[in-house]
């Protein structure tokens, strides 16, 4: 790869790995004060598993700076600008039932998984370091996806068996 290609490479990268960065802080903060204001069935064990994805968000998010800076880039100073780097949607809980904010999660971690899936094929065979975190990374949000989908089947399950009780 000659300079100007790695340097376009490097500064691509680091674009998108900003943008990824801005997404983990929002996400963060959609699960964390999504848990807090969670109304509905299975509150109280719905909040402890939104607020260890919280945790985990956040836990990318220091991955992703460290590689960021690993690349000699700069990660988005201000929190003001991840708006402007996102392209995963924050969703606020302005309807705090429990399968409004479920959904809401369940599209944030799809958006996350298809950042991530992007970061993979970009690096694969380039940059073993940043392939190697965006694979743990996308490992964690598949999970993700997968508990939001199980507590959503539940509570469906839950509503039907509530309507074959009314009957």
């Not at 809401?104 to 065979?125: D, K, P, V």
């Not at 199980?150 to 074959?164: S, V």
């Amino acid at each position: 790869m000659t300079l100007l290609l790695k340097s376009s490479y490097v500064e691509k990268l680091l674009a998108m790995l900003n943008s990824a960065l801005a997404e983990e802080w929002l996400a963060y903060y959609q699960y964390w004060i999504g848990a807090r204001m969670l109304e509905g069935p299975m509150r109280s064990e719905i909040e402890p598993e939104l607020l260890l994805h919280a945790t985990q968000e956040l836990g990318h998010a220091v991955l992703v700076v460290d590689r960021i800076l690993q690349l000699g880039g700069t990660p988005i100073l201000d929190p003001k600008k991840w708006y402007d780097h996102a392209e995963c949607d924050y969703e606020a809980p302005v309807d705090p039932y429990v399968e409004v904010v479920l959904e809401q999660n369940l599209r944030g971690e799809r958006c996350a998984i298809q950042r991530y899936n992007e970061i993979a094929e970009f690096t694969y065979g380039k940059d073993h370091a940043t392939y190697q975190m965006a694979t743990q990374i996308l490992n964690d949000e598949l999970e993700h996806e997968h508990d939001i989908q199980d507590f959503l089947t539940d509570i469906a399950r839950l509503k039907d068996d509530i309507r074959k009780l009314r009957l």
